[in-house]
């Protein structure tokens, strides 16, 4: 376990704000609207506050407030944010962002959750956070070889909350993190105590009769899925099926890096017209910095090789194996894969929290801090 320090050089800086000063833009058909990626007008107005007003040094400081470590696991350096609670019995937690996410996600509910005594909450509800960063993201990356499959991600977890000590934890994730929790679920049984997850995946296994019952709300979630792989999902064919071609173009553009993330935000999160209603323009920027200044959009996009998520991937369903641990999950409207209630109980046997949410997006410690810290602590209560 080594201590950590963020230290981006000025130089890079300085570059970063070179590069966005010579931006060549496109042209844009009028009236498009978002329909296909940011408009113009929009990411040229962001991309003059990114260059002239944002301060990265303000949020490397809050970052570095935090205590951080890299550790090295399965021939990849491992960076994670490990923050205990002054509360003698916390419950550690391992929470595991997905993409385009990162550690950034859940600054707001750091405090909360592991210090409930000082937000207004109950301390008996308090957790120790260890909070990675995924192999090949931001500073766990870039990857040195293939293979960076949710069980092997799993399998890293597992050997991370042992080397911290940690006997009997809690797993949290959302999106591709909430798969990697559940599967650490199974590679580590006698340590996790459950499991809560948000944007939790889920898919019919194709018997048609799993289709009959379905509600109103579940079969506007299944049609929403078939939109999702019509309209939503090129993000997932170009970084699984071509990330080096992609890498160049991140690589080399700060506005490319910016635009491809920014696209998905609007889409993944709650709001109407732009995702800065989701959430704030600093938090965005953020994220994309930790993606930019270490170099690992190109990692990160490979990432989407390993593992196949929807049913129409060649494994997918036979990937699936049964978990028997205590599943929580917490469903916001605007999840970008909104899991219904019965293909989640087929594929985990024991789903024993279920909560609804009137608003919120995929990124729900970012959108609604103060509903994702309720949901967390009122699942983990029955463990304590």
Request: aromatic share 12%; with cysteine; net charge negative.
């Amino acid at each position: 376990m080594r201590p950590f320090r963020i230290d981006i050089p000025q130089a890079d800086l300085e570059d970063l704000r070179e590069r966005l000063s010579r931006t060549r833009w496109p042209d844009e058909l009028p009236g498009a609207g978002w329909s296909l990626g940011p408009p113009l007008g929009y990411l040229k107005e962001l991309v003059e506050y990114w260059r002239t007003t944002y301060d990265w040094r303000e949020h490397e400081a809050r970052l570095n407030a935090l205590p951080q470590f890299t550790t090295p696991i399965d021939g990849q350096d491992i960076h994670f944010l490990h923050v205990r609670s002054p509360e003698p019995h916390a419950v550690p937690l391992i929470v595991t962002h997905g993409w385009p996410s990162s550690v950034v996600e859940y600054l707001d509910v750091i405090g909360p959750l592991t210090n409930p005594r000082a937000h207004g909450g109950n301390p008996a509800d308090a957790f120790h956070l260890v909070i990675p960063s995924l192999p090949g993201y931001g500073f766990s990356g870039p990857t040195r070889d293939a293979g960076w499959d949710v069980k092997r991600i799993a399998r890293a977890w597992a050997e991370l909350m042992r080397r911290l000590g940690y006997a009997r934890y809690g797993a949290q994730g959302g999106d591709w993190g909430s798969w990697i929790s559940r599967e650490l679920s199974l590679v580590d049984p006698e340590h996790v105590i459950g499991v809560h997850g948000n944007g939790f995946i889920t898919f019919p296994s194709g018997d048609p009769a799993e289709f009959e019952g379905l509600s109103d709300v579940e079969q506007q979630r299944l049609a929403f899925s078939g939109y999702y792989l019509r309209e939503l999902y090129g993000y997932k064919q170009i970084q699984s099926s071509r990330p080096q071609s992609l890498a160049y173009s991140l690589a080399d553009s700060p506005v490319g890096q910016l635009a491809w993330i920014v696209g998905v935000l609007k889409e993944w999160t709650d709001c109407e017209h732009t995702p800065e209603e989701a959430i704030g323009r600093d938090r965005i920027l953020t994220n994309v910095m930790l993606y930019w200044l270490t170099n690992t959009a190109g990692s990160a996009a490979r990432s989407f090789l390993e593992t196949p998520d929807t049913p129409d991937e060649e494994g997918a369903k036979e990937s699936v194996v049964v978990s028997t641990a205590p599943i929580g999950i917490a469903v916001f409207p605007k999840d970008i894969l909104r899991p219904i209630r019965r293909f989640a109980e087929r594929m985990n046997r024991n789903v024993v929290h279920w909560t609804e949410f009137d608003r919120g997006g995929t990124f729900a410690a970012m959108e609604e801090p103060d509903l994702f810290t309720g949901d967390v602590r009122a699942f983990f209560r029955r463990f304590r």
